[in-house]
């Protein structure tokens, strides 16, 4: 988006410059408006190119791995009820707001590539349905122009650029005086190339749809283009221009018919006037189209290079003595990898001398040291600027920025980059003082996974995919009986690989919450299979992770209770109690909110006695050997009242 913001800047002072530049000749007006548009697209390709280009130099020569590491963007999320599956994308993340807009602009640009290929398609139609015949009569450097005439009524238009074909229209066929002058005009787009102008303008206008820039752009190139055909045809023949100006008045009501293929007369009643008030002075203007063609291409390149060079920052790369003055501190910061925050606002930080280098790590991405000078195995790819560290390695864009500056004695300077991809630790930062270190032995600790895998990245070209989705893994999860009794739930965290053919391998639990669940999703996910994840056009190992989600959706059946109490707060809370035996010295009773679901940690306690039963997680609570009679019993828990009974234990 920086080039396209480039381009908005320079077009609109340059569309400025020439609304103000009415003195200038048409032809140079038409010329330089379209070079200004060309720009866009020329300079967007270049920037892109030379990103590559730095992107390739900069590239980690140990780029070697096979195994990569993916975290799932979704949790399945499994419910106690069967066969049903929850999960949300978070459409007001911006990253996802971004995506979304820029999918729907691409698809739009689509669209209106589409119909311009169905207007070729139309205009090849027409030309099979047209009589044409050599145009003859008339002084061309182009010896293979036909001339036809419509029936419908459209403007005189040309199409075609080895073999191009004048259309007129019939109802001016008969009017020898208004077929020569329209073909004297279209005749000047010809020897111009401005079919190949309007071809390429028009797909500019489809693909940039939404710049308003390149609408007004448009227009006004259509406006000049044809104000300059007006002049060359007063200048360089004896047409009159009193009867060339009636002449487009009445082309004033036809169709313009498939302007995005063909360059026409395009008579528009918002701009007659100003083409009949500039013909006053066609006398005025020399024109050169030579010198206009000249004016096109360094307009074109004038505007390209700036657009091109965007990606290109004047770093610079300190000398010994500026390093030893050096400090670099990095305090608060935030982390951004391809558009990306991974870590937001840290904490962490600190300060270092020049001599030595910076560390910061992440959870998916690995560890990034970054330093003012050469290290080993290193890469100069990026800079520091500011309060911004900028650089590039093995496909990762990586933007940090701190709270302040980050360097204490220069403005920028540029900086050298090593990537651990294979070690993982999130939101850690450091420095190291001295300039020769050996980050691996230092890093040792951080290593994401064990060697039994071998060596992995972290990004492959293509993401492994869940062949049926995540409905073929949650029709196989199935809610364990005894964490829906004990009122277990919460995530468990798959850990596997998927290999070359797509089979999971060496499947283990991350983190689990017992109950039977953790068994449950190791068990679904032998019965599934992958697409495998591809590097390089090839099959690699992937080692995935996948959160499963467990939620209990149902609450206890307490139908069976023989007596209940209840205890309601102001506020809306409720305790409630469910009494399932009170005889032959024995007590079983569940403690629950207003929605039935256990309450873990209640106590029960007979009254005028400090020891007293704490309920589990299903909320039950269970006394024996208790005496015949009338019991009072006091219930409670730090989020509730306390609660009191009187139960009558039969004998």
């Not at 990569?68 to 069967?82: D, G, K, R």
């Not at 596997?496 to 039977?516: H, L, S």
Request: with cysteine.
């Amino acid at each position: 988006m920086f080039p396209l913001l480039i381009w908005s800047v320079v077009a609109f002072i340059a569309f400025v410059a020439l609304k103000h530049a009415s003195f200038l000749n048409p032809l140079y007006q038409y010329h330089l408006r379209f070079a200004t548009l060309a720009a866009v697209l020329f300079g967007v390709f270049a920037s892109y190119a030379i990103h590559q280009v730095r992107q390739s130099t900069i590239s980690n020569v140990n780029f070697e791995g096979a195994i990569f590491v993916v975290q799932s963007p979704i949790e399945l999320t499994v419910s106690a009820q069967p066969a049903t599956s929850v999960f949300q994308p978070d459409f007001l993340n911006p990253n996802f707001l971004i995506g979304a807009i820029t999918c729907l602009l691409a698809l739009v640009s689509l669209f209106f590539l589409i119909r311009l290929l169905t207007s070729y398609i139309s205009l090849k139609r027409l030309y099979q349905t047209l009589e044409t015949s050599p145009l003859e009569g008339f002084e061309t450097s182009n010896k293979e122009i036909q001339l036809a005439f419509h029936d419908h009524p459209l403007v005189p238009f040309t199409f075609g650029w080895i073999k191009p074909v004048i259309v007129l229209p019939k109802r001016i066929k008969d009017q020898p005086e208004k077929v020569q002058m329209a073909i004297q005009h279209e005749l000047v787009h010809i020897e111009r190339g401005d079919y190949l102008l309007q071809l390429f303008l028009s797909v500019i206008e489809s693909v940039l749809w939404f710049h308003p820039l390149i609408r007004l752009g448009a227009k006004e190139i259509e406006t000049y283009r044809e104000i300059s055909c007006d002049q060359q045809v007063l200048s360089t023949t004896q047409v009159s221009t009193k009867k060339y100006a009636s002449m487009l008045y009445e082309l004033v009501p036809l169709e313009r018919g498939l302007s995005g293929f063909s360059v026409s007369m395009a008579v528009k009643q918002s701009t007659l006037k100003q083409r009949i008030e500039t013909m006053k002075h066609h006398k005025l203007y020399k024109t050169s189209l030579k010198r206009s063609l000249l004016f096109f291409f360094a307009m074109t390149l004038l505007i390209t290079l700036p657009i091109a060079c965007s990606d290109l920052q004047g770093q610079q790369v300190l000398s010994s003595e500026q390093l030893q003055d050096e400090r670099i501190t990095v305090m608060s910061h935030s982390i951004s990898i391809n558009d990306k925050v991974v870590l937001d606002k840290s904490p962490g930080g600190g300060n270092g001398p020049g001599i030595g280098s910076a560390f910061f790590g992440t959870k998916d991405h690995g560890i990034f040291v970054v330093a003012l000078h050469e290290i080993e195995n290193a890469k100069k790819s990026g800079s520091i600027s500011g309060e911004r560290i900028l650089f590039s390695i093995n496909g990762l864009d990586v933007e940090i920025i701190s709270n302040g500056p980050i360097l204490e004695n220069n403005k920028e300077a540029d900086i050298w980059v090593k990537h651990f991809p294979d070690y993982s630790v999130h939101g850690v930062s450091g420095f190291f003082t001295q300039r020769d270190v050996d980050f691996e032995e230092h890093f040792k600790d951080f290593k994401a996974f064990s060697n039994e895998t071998g060596k992995y990245y972290k990004v492959p070209d293509q993401m492994p995919e869940l062949i049926g989705g995540l409905t073929e893994l949650q029709k196989n999860v199935e809610y364990p009986e005894e964490a829906r009794r004990t009122g277990i739930q919460g995530r468990v965290t798959l850990q596997f690989i998927v290999d070359e053919q797509g089979n999971v391998v060496n499947p283990r639990v991350m983190t689990g919450i017992g109950g039977g669940c953790d068994e449950a999703a190791l068990t679904a996910l032998a019965n599934v299979k992958f697409k495998p994840g591809i590097k390089n056009g090839e099959p690699v190992k992937t080692q995935y992770s996948l959160p499963v989600i467990f939620r209990l959706t149902n609450t206890f059946d307490n139908t069976d209770a023989q007596n209940t109490f209840s205890s309601e707060h102001s506020d809306g809370r409720e305790m409630q109690i469910f009494i399932f035996e009170d005889s032959n010295g024995k007590l079983e009773l569940r403690v629950t909110d207003k929605n039935k679901f256990p309450l873990e940690g209640a106590v029960l306690r007979f009254e005028g006695n400090n020891q007293g039963i704490i309920s589990g997680k299903d909320g039950l609570i269970t006394a024996t050997n208790l005496e015949p009679g009338n019991h009072n019993y006091i219930i409670s828990h730090t989020d509730y009242w306390e609660m009191k009974m009187n139960i009558f234990m039969e004998e």
